[in-house]
């Protein structure tokens, strides 16, 4: 899978091709460094007075390639992958073996602080049901109230939690029809490619 870079995604990282591989070297350490401990306007500053250009375009080639580097972990590219994107972006050769040198090197950095910031959302363990009938009372012979009783089991951050759940036969029948069609749902190009994008 390729991973394909906007236009001003491109201007951005255009400015890397005017440097030497030194500063293209610093820019890929500052932009992981970015990502881990977040931005320093300062740096911007002294890295604009030492190359002679505005802070502004430093910080938006440090930017664009910090962009690349989240997305191209996020869809896990692998080596060759890699460097066909960048090569289509239109580098040289020498300016795409050290982008990659620096993705492989931080590859498992990068995936980490994406897991960390993503939302933490329970995890399904396990599912215990069972079903209870009311027959009858004292005061109706013959009644029938079927309910279903449910314990959930999650794992949420590295701990176990239990849910109680009771509902009726229709109610759970309806519930069941409608996640069915969520699963439908994720499974339509539409929402794949939003799943990618995210």
Not at 103 to 124: C, K, T, V
Not at 131 to 139: M, W
Not at 175 to 189: I, K, P, V, W
């Amino acid at each position: 899978m390729l991973l394909i870079l906007g236009d001003e995604h491109k201007q951005h990282l255009e400015y890397l091709c005017s440097v030497s591989l030194d500063v293209v070297q610093e820019f890929c350490r500052l932009s992981v460094e970015f990502l881990m401990k977040g931005t320093n306007a300062k740096i911007y500053n002294s890295a604009a007075q030492k190359l002679g250009v505005e802070a502004i375009i430093i910080q938006k080639a440090i930017e664009g390639l910090m962009h690349l580097f989240l997305e191209s972990s996020k869809l896990l590219l692998n080596e060759i992958d890699f460097r066909d994107s960048v090569k289509a972006a239109g580098f040289s050769d020498e300016l795409q073996s050290e982008l990659l040198r620096c993705y492989l090197e931080n590859q498992a950095d990068i995936r980490r602080i994406q897991l960390d910031i993503s939302m933490g959302l329970s995890h399904y363990r396990d599912l215990e049901w069972r079903l209870d009938v009311k027959l009858a009372s004292r005061s109706l012979r013959h009644q029938v109230e079927p309910v279903v009783t449910m314990k959930l089991h999650v794992k949420d951050s590295g701990k176990e939690e239990t849910r109680l759940l009771q509902t009726d036969p229709v109610n759970l029948v309806h519930m069941t029809r409608t996640l069915e069609e969520a699963l439908q749902e994720l499974n339509s190009a539409h929402c794949r490619r939003i799943c990618r994008n995210f």
